[in-house]
């Protein structure tokens, strides 16, 4: 039996990361909290503890696993639109991204 070819452009890596994410043009407005629980280049898939509407702009805070200089914590900062969503996961586009120091106050 041969095994279903992957349709995804980009290679998804296993990333277990606190994420704080906010809709853009929807009111009221939408905001919350998850775990990633996979990401490429291309887009990030997370968990959410409510439904978010397919094709909305998004707004994606990472926690970054390293840290600027061994010192200052980093969050990833990504835009993208919803893809799907379906009972606790989202899965989103990334069409732009950056890097921004933590405050003190990290997700």
């Not at 041969?2 to 290679?11: G, K």
């Not at 490429?40 to 600027?68: M, Y």
């Not at 993208?80 to 899965?91: D, F, N, P, Q, S």
Request: proline share 7%.
């Amino acid at each position: 039996m041969n095994e279903p070819a992957e349709r995804r452009a980009s290679q998804r890596y296993s990333f277990e990361q606190k994420i704080r994410y906010r809709l853009r043009g929807v009111r009221p407005p939408l905001a919350g909290t998850g775990i990633t629980v996979n990401m490429s280049s291309a887009g990030v898939l997370f968990t959410t503890d409510q439904p978010l509407p397919a094709g909305k702009p998004v707004v994606l805070e990472i926690n970054w696993p390293v840290r600027l200089g061994d010192a200052s914590p980093l969050k990833l900062v990504a835009r993208g639109r919803v893809i799907w969503c379906e009972e606790e996961l989202a899965a989103t586009s990334i069409e732009g991204w950056d890097f921004r120091t933590q405050g003190a106050a990290a997700l």
